[in-house]
């Protein structure tokens, strides 16, 4: 299993960020550049992992109010290192950091085992809220 370790801040550089999002295949995000180095800079919460060389292998980020809720914006690893447990590394260092809060959303593909992953983390699909199930919106340009 690869080795890596968890870093907490957004001291990255702007080409790792788009290399990494690169290494997953988001254009959305790097087909903007830009946009993408913006908005690291300007969450909330960034984590990376980094193999022994110091290279980024994920990185996860999360927009809060630091009362009532955070969004796990994105949380990608790059795919030598899926299945490492960089990804639930980076998601339970933000569950902790915002563990006071009420709610933490996240809206993910429907990729397998991205359901039996989020669950083993304690997340709960919209769907199957109960009582009520939940619905969830979004707007996309």
Known sequence: MPDFSVHVGSGIADADVIAVYESVGWTAYTGEPEVLVRAIRNSAFV???????????????????DATICYVQDILVRPSFQGSGAGRAM???????????????????????????????????????????????????
Do not use: W
């Not at 980094?50 to 809060?64: H, M, Q, Y």
């Not at 992953?117 to 979004?138: C, V």
């Open 91 to 141: 998601l339970e260092a933000i569950q902790s950091r915002y563990r006071h809060v009420r709610q933490t959303v996240l809206i993910t593909d429907n990729g397998p085992g991205q359901r039996g992953f989020y669950q083993t983390l304690g997340f709960t699909e919209g769907s199957d809220f109960s009582p009520e199930p939940l619905r969830m919106f979004a707007k996309f340009r």
């Open 47 to 65: 984590v990376t992992c980094r193999d022994g060389a110091g290279e980024i292998v994920g990185l996860a980020r999360a927009i809060s109010d």
